[in-house]
């Protein structure tokens, strides 16, 4: 084997990702596939990696997982695509065959290498190459008509709004309220529009992104919580009842109080979002409001479906590359996306 090298951004410890030039990846297991990254963008799971919040990131790791490619390399037992086909990459990397996974709970698979490992654990896709364990299930083929920017968020940001709008139980009737309207959020309100509710609401403090929401048709009604009353303009807006379903994304101090508040009893309240302390459920208050609370992380394993609502142009997620970078400039593409400089909301990276 040559000593090819290829360029990487790698996890170092908690404050420090940096380039470096790694060993190129091989295939390790007949299940395994070698994809060449075309195109990827940073997640803000990877600034919670850089700030020490994500106990089971190890350093040294390659970043990196949420990316699109195209083969390279199959291992023996690969059935489902082949070299040269283009591919959206999932978040998540799962056997297939265990208890959870058999139940469609991914996210909780079994295996070693199971639920988030890419760019956490095993190295990612902020690479020119990676190594995809599980390669039946952790890659699906993109449509020819769909571009990989078009393709880009499959497997993780569309991934999650398409399982919190699922989880929600969203009725034609209902009034559907976000908190949060950055990437994440954004995407849950185009996969919450696949349920035809009669309103969703936009919630979030930074009123740039609200007035992307609202341009966008994304939402209909946006609140600041800055400059009025969410629980009143909600009530409001709602004869008095509250929201029909509530999806928690943005994870701020207060936000988990405003989402079990802003529901009407017997609603939905999903909990996407990933807090950095523990939060309080006050059951006393809310005694016989007879909330159904779901909470977790993405079990991204529907991959197939959304690239179809793609490629039918029902999902289109052109709105939220703000930002495109070569690869050897992704270091400053972190500089911005950690610090929301310059009005971005995703920023896609040119790898090859
Ligand atoms: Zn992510
Ligand atoms: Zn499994």
């Given at each position: 084997?040559?000593?090819?090298?290829?360029?990487?951004?790698?996890?170092?410890?908690?404050?420090?990702?940096?380039?470096?030039?790694?060993?190129?990846?091989?295939?390790?297991?007949?299940?395994?596939?070698?994809v060449r990254v075309t195109l990827a963008t940073i997640c803000s799971s990877d600034i919670h990696i850089k700030h020490g919040f994500v106990p089971k990131a190890v350093p040294d790791t390659i970043l990196g997982h949420e990316f699109v490619g195209v083969v390279e390399q199959i291992g023996s037992q690969v059935k489902t695509v082949r070299p040269g086909d283009r591919v959206a990459v999932n978040v998540?990397?799962?056997?297939?065959?265990?208890?959870?996974?058999?139940?469609g709970f991914v996210n909780n698979?079994?295996?070693?290498?199971?639920?988030?490992?890419?760019?956490c654990r095993i190295d990612g896709g902020q690479a020119e190459y990676v190594r995809i364990p599980f390669a039946d299930n952790g890659l699906t083929k993109i449509p020819h008509e769909v571009?990989?920017?078009?393709?880009?968020?499959?497997?993780?940001?569309?991934?999650?709004?398409?399982?919190?709008?699922?989880?929600?139980?969203?009725k034609s009737e209902d009034t559907v309220a976000v908190i949060?309207?950055?990437?994440?959020?954004?995407?849950?309100?185009?996969c919450a529009a696949l349920y035809q509710p009669k309103r969703i609401i936009a919630i979030d403090t930074c009123q740039e992104r609200l007035n992307?929401?609202?341009?966008?048709?994304?939402?209909?009604?946006?609140?600041n919580p800055d400059r009025e009353n969410v629980s009143q303009t909600i009530l409001n807006l709602t004869k008095g009842r509250g929201a029909d379903c509530v999806l928690e994304v943005a994870g701020k101090e207060n936000t988990f109080q405003m989402a079990w508040s802003i529901a009407r009893p017997n609603a939905v309240v999903c909990v996407v979002a990933m807090y950095e302390k523990d939060q309080i459920l006050p059951l006393p208050q809310m005694y016989g409001k007879n909330l159904i609370f779901k909470t977790g992380g993405v079990d991204a394993c529907r991959c197939a479906e959304i690239l179809q609502l793609i490629q039918q142009g029902r999902l289109n997620t052109s709105c939220l590359i703000t930002h495109r970078l070569?690869?050897?400039?992704?270091?400053?593409?972190?500089?911005?996306?950690?610090?929301?400089?310059?009005?971005?909301i995703k920023i896609a990276v040119q790898v090859s």
């Open positions: 084997m040559s000593a090819a090298k290829m360029k990487a951004a790698v996890y170092k410890k908690p404050g420090l990702i940096q380039i470096e030039d790694r060993p190129l990846p091989y295939l390790q297991l007949p299940t395994d596939a070698i998540e990397t799962f056997c297939g065959q265990c208890w959870f996974c058999r139940r698979c079994s295996h070693p290498d199971g639920g988030w490992a890419l760019g571009s990989d920017e078009a393709a880009l968020f499959t497997g993780d940001l569309l991934s999650t709004g398409y399982w919190a709008a699922d989880m929600a139980e969203i949060g309207a950055g990437p994440t959020g954004l995407c849950s309100m185009m992307l929401a609202k341009r966008q048709g994304l939402a209909q009604t946006v609140i070569p690869f050897d400039q992704i270091m400053k593409g972190y500089e911005i996306f950690e610090n929301k400089l310059d009005g971005v």
